[in-house]
Each structure stands twice: as structure tokens, then as C-alpha cells.
């Protein structure tokens, strides 16, 4: 009996441990007094996450009131890493929430910064002279100066760095003492891919080869080279140094187990209005990572669907071929296109090579102007050139490197080819980190000349829109027919500066003018000139800013303004 009565109180304490576990107090977590640190910081230093605008429908973080002081002492130490030795934390409760309240105090100084290195390192570490300390940032800067040496074909440098900590004159002193062995080279090169994926071409993939001095850099290439192939999952570069003066490189390469991939997606833009897309892809068709895939893609502009195929060859070439049906909407006029093309590329990280041969059969109809925009079906066989040259840090959120690119293309009128006409272009964009803010400029440049018989009326060039002068609506700059429809030029020149800084939180603004140069001869007419200016606000998420712009014509702003939104920056 005794012993039944143990059970029934040993069940009565568990079960009395587990209610209180389930009915645990979570109340929503609140903020105050900090200034120097962001918020979104605190949250993600208790492992919470500070929800962003369009999460509205999810719940505000909360936490477990028993566990307030744990959550205290761990913003506490945040705040040492960040350079806050005496910040004082404590808490209290209003209206349902808990507010943990923060005085930073006085913080940590640095004090001196004695160096002892062969290279320069000072332009890689995150301190100057009577600047806050950070921890973080210091442990970070130990491995920046390695990075530097190892750009310099250094593999295996010994680092002496260290941070001496005065709390009662609120200092530090640091000390950082480099050590560097022999220049590197590349020896053994060990390849262990895929049953589907042959070493040669994987081989083929690396920017480097035996023999080569060793480059931290080229490695960093080799990785981004091979990820652009959508039928890799894992990539692997495996470095071991060998006596102090050689570095052996294992690499691994796995493919997707499953290749088939399905796309679908819906957005939208002020250029091209509601969007929906739809493909399907096989990511590693036939083995050695050539792709085949097939995709639709409907806008309030433009409808397509095309069929796309790419080979990767030796020496980091490419080869592949593109065919489709695309019927698009222009201001006065819609043309269906059959085209086609075939192509070959060298990637030599950050440039890109390109060059291709492209049918194009192309059918106007609806024109309001036949005079302007004749209705005909016109077939044009054009051989293209390409290059471009990219060293931004990203893509949707650029904020330091530039870019060039350049095209030439061009035919001759003949039993394949209705025209004999030459049309290129010039576009180049810089992006200058000013602390948090930054400074962008981009210029582009285009010309067509039609020496005889009749091209399409899209290769003409219409200017407007997010992507070009934004007090205009999409192809709507310039001088109009009869009709009231824009009739395009066959030179234009465009410039473009920002001034992106940032506002609060997850909010940016961008300051912008915008300005358009056309005409129809080689160069554009300096009399017929667009100028405009204009704001934005920029949204921080997830999937890249989302962009909101509105631009004015500088000469007319009242009555000629536009709109614009999108994701991403526009350079």
C-alpha cells in the first residue's frame, strides 16, 4: 500500500511539473533605451526573431517570464562583445509585455594599434584609433588578415593577435604580429565527383591548375563557376598545406539526387504589370551537368514559352541552344516572334563571353501607324557578341564593385535576312561605399543604323520605365506619332546617379536623377534631352529590397511624373 501511495505522489509531482511546463507564462518582448545597437540584434541574440512588415500576421516574439534573468545576463554579454563592458540590464512588466530596459553606460575604447607585418593589414582591420572595440568584429579581423596574405600566395601564416582590456580607463590596446612561410602553389589536384559527373569536366570547372600559386581568390571562383550549374547540390574544395609551401586540393562534387525541377511563380512590376511563370527543368540531363528545360512566362505585356538547352565543355566553355514563340505589347503596334539561337560562352570569373547566332521571325499586327510600324513578317539572321565584366558584391542588394557589359549584332540582307543593319551597345555602373550609405553612378549607350531593307520595329529603341528614366512610365519617353504612341529612336544615352542611405531599421531611401539623351542619327540630339529627379523607399527583406520610386521631369514636374516599383536594385 505504502508503495502505491509513492507512485501516486511520484505521478502527482511529474504530472504537476508538466502542466506548469504547458501553461508556462509567454508574454511578448519589448526594448528600451538602446541607441548604439540595433534592435533587430537583440532579438536575434536570444535566438528570437524581430518580424518584418509583411510578416503582420504572424505573432510578436515572446518569451517564458520564469526565464527573464537568463535573458537578461544574455544581453548583458552581447553588449561586452559589442564593446559595452558596464551597459546595466533589468526588466520590468507593462500592459501584458515584458520590457527589458538598457543603459549602455560608457564603452570601450581602442586605446593603440601596434602592427608587425610584411604586408599592409591596416586596410583590413575594423579599428581605428580612439573607435569603439568590438569583439566580434576583432575575431573577425583575425581572419581578414588571413584572407589578405592568403590573396598574396601565402597558405599558412602564423598570427599573434591580441586584445588587452583596461575597464577602468575604458581601453584597449591591440597587438596583432604576422609571421609568413614561403609563397604558395597548387600541387596535387584529387577529384571525387559524381557517378553522372566526369572528372575532367569537373576538373575543367577549377580556376586554377597544378602548378599555380595559390590563390584564395581563384578557389572563391571555382566555387561560384561551379555552383551556376543548377544540377550541383554540394560543392567541396578541400585544401591541405604541405610543408609550408604547397597545398594538395580534394575536391568533391555531388549532384542533385533529384534533377527534375518544377518552377512556378506569380509578381509583379510597374513595367510589365501582373506576372505568373511556369517550367519545368532537368538539371543534369544525360549526365556531366547539361541541362534541358522548357518554361512560360505571362505578363500584361508579354506572353512567351521557350525551350532552353546548355553543355558545359573543357576549359570552362559552354555551349547550348534557345527556341521560342514570344508575342509582346507595344504602345502602337504587337509583334509574334519565332526565334531561335545558338550559342557559345567562356566564363573567366568576373568575365562572361558570349557569342551567338540568332533567328528571329517576327510578325507586326495591330499597328495604329502602318507608315511607322508597317505591318509585315519579317525573318533577320543575326550573329551577336558579348562581353561582360562584373565585380559587384551582389546582385539584388549591390553595394560596392562595378560592372561593364557590351553587345554588337548585325546582318546582311539576303535570301536569310530582310535587313542589313548594325546595332550596339555600351552599358557600365559603379558603386562606392560611403560608411552605411552608398554612391552609385551608371551610364549606357546604344545605336542602330539600318543600312538597308526592313528590321522589326522593336529593335528600335524606347526609353521609360524603372530601368531607364523613371518620370515616365514603361516606353513612354519621347516624341509621339499622331496616335499619341511613342516612335522609338535609333540612338540612345542614359545616365543615372544614386545616393542610397539608410533611414531606419529595415528602411533605405534613395535619392535619383535620371537622364535621357535620343535621337535618329549615330549620336543622340544634345536639343532633344530628358532630365529628371526623384525619391525612393527601399524595404530590407528577405528576398532583396523591395522598391518603391517616383520620378519627376525636372522641366514639367507637376503634370509629368511616374511610379515605380519592384524587388532589387536596378544596379
Known sequence: MKKKNIHLVVQFILLFLLSSHLFAQKIPLLFEGQSELQERGLYEALNLKKLYLYEFYKEEPKVDIKSIKLLLQVIQNYYRTKGF????????????????????????????IEIDSKLDIVPVLPFKKSELFNADAFSKSKKDIKLLYSKESYCDISLDSKAY?????????????????????????EVNSSKNISA???????????????????????????YAYDGVSKVLIETQ?????????????????????????????????????????HRN????????????????????????????LLYKDATGFEVGLENEIFSGFTEYRLFSSAYLTQRYIPSTFKESLILDRTSTYNAQDTVLFPEAVLLVVSPKLEWMYDTRDSLLDPKNGYFFSSDIMGSIKSTLSDASYLKGNIKGAYLYPIKSSTLGAKVTFGALNVFDGVIP???????????????????????????????????????TLEYRFPLYGDFRAVLFSDNSFVGDSYLPDSQTAYYSGGVGLRYISPIGPIAFDVGFDLSNPSSQFAFHFHIGELF
Open 85 to 112: 563592458y558596464h551597459t546595466e540590464v533589468s526588466y520590468y512588466e507593462r500592459e501584458g509585455s515584458v520590457i527589458i530596459s538598457i543603459k549602455e553606460n560608457e564603452p570601450m575604447l581602442v586605446e593603440s
Open 165 to 189: 582590456v583596461d575597464t577602468q580607463k575604458n581601453s584597449v590596446r591591440l597587438v596583432y604580429k604576422v609571421v609568413e612561410n614561403e609563397l604558395c602553389h597548387f600541387k596535387k589536384i
Open 200 to 226: 575532367d569536366i569537373a576538373k575543367s570547372l577549377l580556376y586554377f591548375e597544378e602548378g599555380d600559386l595559390f590563390s584564395i581568390e581563384n578557389i572563391k571562383k571555382s566555387y561560384k563557376n561551379i
Open 241 to 281: 598545406v604541405e610543408n609550408n609551401s604547397s597545398v594538395n586540393i580534394k575536391l568533391e562534387i555531388e549532384e542533385n539526387e533529384k534533377p527534375l525541377r518544377f518552377i512556378a511563380g506569380l509578381g509583379i512590376s510597374s513595367d510589365e504589370g501582373l506576372m505568373g511563370q511556369m517550367g519545368l527543368k
Open 285 to 312: 540531363f544525360y549526365g556531366n551537368l547539361k541541362s534541358l528545360g522548357v518554361e512560360t512566362r505571362v505578363t500584361e505585356v508579354k506572353q512567351s514559352i521557350k525551350m532552353q538547352f546548355d553543355m558545359p
Open 457 to 495: 520595329a522593336s529593335y528600335r529603341y524606347f526609353a521609360g520605365g524603372m530601368h531607364s528614366n523613371r518620370a515616365y512610365t514603361y516606353r513612354d519617353l519621347g516624341p509621339k506619332n499622331s496616335n499619341g504612341n511613342p516612335s522609338g529612336f535609333d540612338t540612345i544615352v542614359e545616365s
